[in-house]
């Protein structure tokens, strides 16, 4: 979850099991999905990064696969004894071991289920240009997916939900060293929201912490309250840097 999964879509070879939870659900508490989410969850197919970005849906399972964040699912049952063989030297070189565990996996890999969220619907309506048109259609859709997407995207800080469905369309041409920069650009106007002069306990995100995991009250006060009234400005200030290119915390960092 969250900073977790930042760290597991860095690796080179990422294994689920039956058992996995993954998401990345920072809009349930006012802030976007960071760590290099920009960069990898609009690499998902079509548009479902959008999807799991804007609603922070869980993976489960093998359902990562189907969506290019996991590459292997093992029986959870197993993982004693994939690693007691990765690590025995007696099975040949550490490449050897790799590619042999590799091999296993992707026998069980075949079994895979993808999401039943993952359909055309979720293409079709997280493609659309902009959140105000995503959910227009969303409240034309009749069925079950579309009305519990629907509810999930009220719950959510609108201008949060705005900023974060910007960071993903830009993520998708940018390098995971820019998408870094931006996301410590965004990471700092959640806190000092100053085009918006706003800050520290004014902020969406100190509200949705306070709401969500202090208070509990599970009733954040949005601001905008709705979808529909955020503007333009509100969302682009989140994307002027407030460092200049040289001065950036993260200017030295390098990286496709």
Not at 122 to 130: C, N, Q
Not at 147 to 167: C, G, K, N
Request: hydrophobic share 40%.
């Amino acid at each position: 979850m969250g900073g977790g999964m930042g760290l597991a879509q860095g690796a080179s070879l990422r294994v689920v099991t039956e058992r996995t939870r993954m998401a990345m659900p920072e809009t349930n508490i006012g802030l976007f999905p960071d760590v290099g989410a920009g960069y990898f969850l609009s690499r998902c197919p079509e548009h479902s990064g959008e999807y799991l970005g804007l609603t922070g849906q869980i993976l489960l399972g093998g359902e990562a696969l189907a969506v290019g964040l996991a590459d292997c699912l093992a029986d959870s049952t197993d993982l004693i004894e994939h690693w007691r063989q990765l690590t025995d030297s007696n099975q040949g070189s550490v490449q050897l071991r790799i590619d042999n565990l590799v091999a296993r996996l992707k026998k069980s890999t075949a079994n895979a289920q993808a999401p039943t969220w993952l359909n055309a619907d979720t293409h079709g309506v997280f493609a659309l240009a902009s959140l105000a048109a995503i959910v227009a259609q969303l409240t034309q859709i009749d069925s079950d997916w579309s009305a519990h997407t629907l509810a999930i995207l009220r719950q959510r800080s609108p201008l949060m939900l705005h900023v974060t469905l910007e960071q993903i369309r830009r993520g998708r041409h940018l390098s995971l060293a820019d998408d870094l920069r931006m996301e410590r650009d965004l990471v700092h106007h959640c806190f000092y929201t100053e085009h918006l002069k706003r800050s520290k306990e004014s902020s969406e995100t100190i509200e949705g912490i306070r709401a969500l995991v202090i208070d509990k009250d599970r009733c954040p006060k949005w601001n905008p309250h709705t979808i529909e009234a955020v503007d333009a400005h509100m969302v682009n200030g989140f994307f002027i840097s407030p460092w200049t290119a040289s001065n950036h915390p993260l200017a030295d960092l390098n990286g496709t």
